[in-house]
């Protein structure tokens, strides 16, 4: 059996276990199916489910350095400070 249609197969006997309204022990004792093995394949469809990808080739790969710049203040006479930044600008009374 290939791991494709074992997968199936094992994923087909899951639902069936999980839509019989038995505990998951119960249905595998009627079934002849050891409850460690059944369990075993649930945690093994899971762990593909989950498989993280693999990554791009490190080369191929381009970092680009980005200037940030950094806040300007302003200390004003009155109680008002004023930060610039190339976007946004805010004004606050200080107290």
Not at 28 to 41: A, K, L
Not at 56 to 84: G, M, N, R, Y
Request: proline content about 4%; aromatic content about 8%; overall charge neutral.
């Amino acid at each position: 059996m290939s791991t494709t249609s074992n997968d199936e197969h094992w994923l087909n006997l899951i639902t069936q276990c999980r839509s019989s309204g038995l505990t998951d022990r119960q249905w595998c004792i009627e079934n002849g199916i050891p409850v460690s093995t059944f369990y075993y394949h649930i945690r093994a469809l899971r762990k593909k489910a989950c498989e993280v990808p693999k990554a791009v080739d490190a080369a191929a790969q381009k970092q680009e350095a980005v200037q940030i710049p950094f806040w300007e203040t302003e200390q004003h006479t009155s109680d008002t400070v004023a930060l610039h930044m190339p976007s946004i600008e805010s004004k606050r009374k200080m107290n």
